[in-house]
C-alpha cells in the first residue's frame, strides 16, 4: 500500500530534550515536506527536500533540523525543543511540486 | 512568502445549504490545489486547477480558477456533514520552490 509514516503518533517531552521525527515513503517521490499546524494558522512549511542530499528552509525554519540522506526517509529533528514548538507535524510526500501531496498521518507533539 | 488568504475562516451551516469558500493571493498563481482534512488525519487532494477560468466539478463541489490566476473559490451545492471537515488551498511558489498552504476555512455541516 502506498504510504506515508511518521512515528511517534504522539509524544511529550520537556524542553531541551533532543527529539527525532521520523517519515518514511515507499512511492519513490522526490519532494519530501515536513509542515507544522497550528490552530489559525493553517499549514506551514517547515523544511522541504527535493531529492536526495538537498534540503532547504520552508517559512517556518527555526528550532528544526532535517536530513535526506536516502530518497525514501526524511527525519525531523528538535535539537533543544521548547514550549513553542507543541503543534501538530506532517510529513508529505510527492513525485513533484505541481503533483499531490500525500501526507502522513500527523505527529502531536507537546513540549513541556 | 506569497499569501494565500482564505475566507471565511470558519462557516456553519445545516444540512441541504449551499456555500462558497474563497482562496486569493496578489500574485498569479501557476497552479492551484485544493485539499480536505478531516479531524485527526492529513490534507487528502479534491482537485488541481491550471488554467485561468478553469471550472472542475466534483460530484456536489464546483472549483473555478480566476480568469486572472489570483484567485479560486469552492462552492458545495446541498452541503450534507460528511463535508464537514477544514479546506485548504495550496499553490507552489516556484520561485523557492515552496508548497504553500492558506489558512484554511473550517465548515461545520450541521445535520
Known amino acids: 500500500e502506498a504510504q506515508v509514516t511518521q512515528n511517534p503518533r504522539y509524544l511529550i517531552t520537556v524542553t531541551g530534550k533532543k527529539l527525532t521525527v521520523t517519515c518514511s515513503q515507499n512511492m519513490n517521490h522526490e519532494y519530501m515536506s515536513w509542515y507544522r499546524q497550528d490552530p489559525g494558522l493553517g499549514l506551514r512549511q517547515i523544511y522541504y527536500s527535493m531529492n536526495v542530499e538537498v534540503t532547504d528552509k520552508g517559512d517556518v525554519p527555526e528550532g528544526y533540523k532535517v536530513s535526506r540522506k536516502e530518497k525514501r526517509n526524511f527525519p525531523l529533528i528538535l535539537e533543544s525543543p521548547s514550549p513553542n514548538q507543541t503543534s501538530l507535524y506532517f510529513c508529505?510526500?510527492?513525485?513533484?511540486?505541481?503533483?499531490?501531496?500525500?501526507f502522513g498521518p500527523g505527529t502531536r507533539l507537546t513540549v513541556l | 512568502t506569497q499569501l494565500l488568504e482564505q475566507s471565511p475562516q470558519f462557516l456553519s451551516i445545516q444540512e441541504g445549504e449551499n456555500l462558497t469558500v474563497y482562496c486569493n493571493s496578489s500574485?498569479?498563481?501557476?497552479?492551484l490545489q485544493w485539499y480536505r482534512q478531516e479531524p485527526g488525519e492529513g490534507p487528502v487532494l479534491l482537485v488541481t486547477v491550471v488554467t485561468g477560468g478553469e471550472v472542475k466539478k466534483l460530484k456536489r463541489l464546483t472549483f473555478q480558477f480566476g480568469d486572472a490566476r489570483k484567485d479560486s473559490s469552492l462552492h458545495i451545492t446541498a452541503a450534507q456533514p460528511g463535508d464537514t471537515g477544514l479546506y485548504l488551498c495550496?499553490?507552489?511558489?516556484?520561485?523557492?520552490?515552496?508548497?504553500?498552504f492558506g489558512g484554511g476555512t473550517r465548515l461545520m455541516v450541521k445535520p
Open positions: 495550496r499553490h507552489f511558489h516556484n520561485a523557492g520552490n515552496m508548497l504553500t
Open positions: 500574485s498569479v498563481f501557476s497552479s
Open positions: 508529505a510526500s510527492t513525485p513533484g511540486p505541481y503533483n499531490e501531496q500525500f
